[in-house]
C-alpha cells in the first residue's frame, strides 16, 4: 500500500508545467548528484541539513521532495517539514524512477544561473510570441523564480553585463534562432525538454514567430492574441503576467486538447 505521503512520477509528471505544481526540492547528496547532475523540470537543490533554509524558502507553498531513491532523505525531510505544519510529499523512487521512467531531465550545466543560484534573462522591450513563450518555459520547467528584465534592443548587451543577465531572442547570443527555428526551439533542446505536448506547442510558436502560418493553423490565432496583448499593455512585467496565462492555457491544449473540436449546436435538438 502507498504511503499517503508520497506522489507517484506519473502523478508529478501531470502537476509540472501547471501553474499548480507544488516546489519540486532536489535534496540529493552532492555525491549521488554528482552521479547524474540533472533536475527533474523545473527543481531547486536544497541541502537535507538545512531545514530552516527550506522552510524559510518554501514560504507555505505545498512542496514534492526527490533524492536518489525515495528513502531516507526524502522521507525524513517530508517528515520534517510536515511537523512544521507543510503541505509536502516525496517523490515514489526519487530521481531514478523518474529516470527509468523517460521523463525529461534538465541538465544543471546548462541553467546559467548567478553566484547565488539564482537566474537573470534579458530581451528586448515590448515582446510579443517568442519573448513571451520562452519565459513561460523557464518559470514552468528551469526555473519557478526567474527575473526577466525588457530594455532597448540596442541596450541589451550592455544591460546584460551590468546585471548579469542572459540575453536571450536577439541576434548572434547563444539564446537566439538558430537557423529556421526560433529561441523556443532553442531552450527545448538546450534544457533537454523533449515531450510531446512541447513540441506541439513548439511548432506553434514557431508557425507564429517566424510569420509561417501554413506549419501549424493555430498560428494566426496565437499572433493575433500575442498583438492585442502588446497594444493591451504598455508594461512588459504585466504583458508578462498576462502571457504566462495564456501559454498555460495553451499547454494544457497541447497536452490534452489538442484532439478535441468544437460545434454548435452541442446535442441535436
Same mark, same amino acid.
Given at each position: ?5 508520497? =506522489?507517484?512520477? +506519473? $502523478? ?11 516546489? !519540486? ?18 527543481? =531547486? ?7 530552516? *533554509? ?30 512544521? *505544519? ?16 523517460? /521523463? ?6 546548462? =541553467? ?7 537566474? !537573470? ?16 518555459? =523557464? ?47 532553442? /531552450? ?24 509561417? $502560418? ?28 498576462? +502571457?504566462?496565462?495564456?501559454?498555460? *492555457? ?6 490534452? +486538447?489538442?484532439?478535441?473540436? $468544437? ?7
Amino acid at each position: 500500500m502507498s504511503s499517503p505521503n508520497e =506522489i507517484t512520477p +506519473g $502523478h508529478l509528471r501531470r502537476l509540472i508545467g501547471t501553474p499548480v505544481c507544488p516546489v !519540486v526540492v532536489d535534496v540529493c547528496t552532492d555525491e549521488d548528484f554528482a552521479q547524474d547532475p540533472r533536475l527533474i523540470p523545473g527543481a =531547486i537543490r536544497h541541502r537535507h541539513t538545512d531545514m530552516n *533554509g527550506l522552510i524559510e524558502r518554501l514560504q507555505g507553498r505545498a512542496s514534492v521532495i526527490v533524492c536518489q531513491k525515495g528513502c531516507k532523505l526524502s522521507q525524513g525531510v517530508v517528515s520534517w517539514l510536515q511537523s512544521n *505544519g507543510a503541505t509536502s510529499e516525496y517523490l515514489t523512487g526519487g530521481v531514478m524512477a523518474w529516470r527509468d521512467a523517460g /521523463m525529461p531531465l534538465v541538465p544543471v550545466a546548462t =541553467i546559467p544561473s548567478n553566484a547565488d543560484g539564482t537566474t !537573470v534573462w534579458i530581451t528586448p522591450t515590448r515582446p510579443k510570441i517568442d519573448r513571451i513563450a520562452c519565459p513561460w518555459l =523557464i518559470r514552468r520547467f528551469v526555473d519557478r523564480e526567474a527575473k526577466f528584465l525588457f530594455v532597448s534592443g540596442s541596450e541589451v548587451e550592455n544591460a546584460a553585463e551590468q546585471f548579469g543577465a542572459t540575453p536571450f531572442d536577439v541576434e548572434g547570443v547563444h539564446f537566439g534562432h538558430r537557423g529556421d527555428r526560433c529561441t523556443f526551439d532553442t /531552450m527545448l533542446d538546450e534544457f533537454e525538454l523533449k515531450c510531446p505536448a512541447l513540441g506541439r506547442l513548439a511548432l506553434a510558436v514557431r508557425a507564429a514567430d517566424t510569420n509561417r $502560418h501554413d506549419l501549424h493553423p493555430v498560428a494566426p490565432g496565437l499572433l493575433a492574441i500575442s498583438v492585442g496583448l502588446s497594444r493591451q499593455y504598455s508594461d512588459d512585467q504585466q504583458q508578462l503576467a498576462a +502571457g504566462m496565462a495564456l501559454y498555460d *492555457g495553451l499547454f494544457r491544449w497541447a497536452r490534452d +486538447g489538442a484532439e478535441e473540436g $468544437h460545434d454548435w449546436p452541442h446535442e441535436p435538438a
